[in-house]
């Protein structure tokens, strides 16, 4: 699998579940919420967590590709797969710690979701947010 692959198979989607599992929005009818209430919910949001940091994990495998080969981003939003992959591999330190940035930074989630704190889980998952966003400023989006 390449990091596109990871991204798009592991990361991306837990991030998001875990994003989405807690909400508060105010309407003409009130306020509703929305968060985990049953132990089911709770699993599947723990391992959703777990999905990103083994995901993280996966992103330092040795040599792993970027993209496959010829496969095209929007020039729009990302640079060239080819320009990514030298960037990271001009700076293999960097990509590293920004991986284990990730894992990280779903540690107080992973805390939250054990704790079944709806409240702590809304306030950290901006960290893995941050996380991610730290790596694809220096490594994937398209200079302007």
């Known amino acids: 699998a390449t990091i596109r692959d990871i991204m798009d198979s592991f990361i991306d989607p837990a991030a998001d579940h875990i994003w989405d599992a807690v ?3 105010v309407t003409a009818k009130g306020r509703e919420e929305k968060h985990p209430r049953t ?3 709770w699993k599947e949001l723990r391992r959703r967590a777990i999905q990103i940091m083994e995901g993280a994990n ?7 590709r970027v993209a496959r080969p010829g496969e095209k981003v929007d020039p729009r939003i990302a ?3 080819d320009q990514i ?8 330190a960097s990509f590293t710690k920004m991986a284990l940035d990730l894992h990280d930074s779903v ?6 979701i ?4 709806k409240d702590k889980l809304l306030d950290v998952g901006d960290g ?4 991610c966003e730290n790596c694809h400023i220096k490594y994937w989006y398209a200079k302007r």
């Open 39 to 41: 132990d089911e919910e």
């Open 85 to 92: 992959e030298a960037l990271i591999k001009q700076d293999r």
């Open 23 to 25: 909400s508060i929005t």
């Open 79 to 81: 640079l060239p797969t």
């Open 114 to 117: 054990e704790a079944k704190d």
């Open 128 to 131: 893995i947010n941050q996380a």
């Open 107 to 112: 540690l107080p989630v992973l805390q939250a």
């Open 58 to 64: 996966l992103l330092l495998v040795p040599g792993r």
